[in-house]
C-alpha cells in the first residue's frame, strides 16, 4: 500500500508563498485520486484541493481558490501545493492523502481517503 510523507511546512509572514510536498512509495500517485487537507486544533480535518486519478484534474476549497496550485510530478512520484497569498486563517497542519479509484472522479470527504501522511506544519503570521 502507498506510503505518504509530507515536506516543506514552515513559517511565513502573511502574503508569502510556500510548497508543499507530498512523495510516495510503494505505489504509483497517477493511480491514485490524491488529496490535501488541513486541520487545526478542536475541528475537524478541512478539504483544500484534489487531483484526480489519471488525468490529473484539479479541484478546490473555495477558501484556497486562486491562491493555490496542486499539481503532481509523476517522475518524481510526487505531489505539490503551492501555496500563495497566505493569510493566517491558513494555518494548520497540512495532509496528502491517497485513494484507491478508477473512476477518476474528484473527492473532497476526508472519510473517502484511505492513506495518509503525517502531516507538516504552516504558520503564516500577521
Known amino acids: 500500500q502507498v506510503q505518504l510523507v509530507e515536506s516543506g511546512g514552515g513559517l511565513v509572514q502573511a502574503g508569502g508563498s510556500l510548497r508543499l510536498s507530498c512523495a510516495a512509495s510503494?505505489?504509483?500517485?497517477?493511480?491514485?485520486?490524491m488529496g490535501w487537507f488541513r486541520q487545526t486544533p478542536g475541528k475537524e480535518r478541512e478539504f483544500v484541493a484534489t487531483?484526480?486519478?489519471?488525468?490529473?484534474?484539479?479541484y478546490y476549497a473555495d477558501s484556497v481558490k486562486g491562491r493555490f496550485t496542486a499539481s503532481r510530478e509523476s517522475a518524481k512520484n510526487t505531489m505539490y501545493l503551492q501555496m500563495n497569498s497566505l493569510k493566517p486563517e491558513d494555518t494548520a497542519v497540512y495532509y496528502c492523502?491517497?485513494?484507491?479509484?478508477?473512476?477518476?472522479?474528484?473527492?473532497?470527504?476526508?472519510?473517502?481517503?484511505?492513506?495518509w501522511g503525517q502531516g507538516t506544519q504552516v504558520t503564516v503570521s500577521s
Open positions: 492523502a491517497a485513494k484507491i479509484d478508477a473512476s477518476g472522479s474528484y473527492y473532497i470527504g476526508a472519510r473517502d481517503y484511505a492513506y
Open positions: 510503494r505505489g504509483t500517485i497517477s493511480n491514485y485520486a
Open positions: 487531483i484526480t486519478r489519471g488525468r490529473g484534474g484539479t
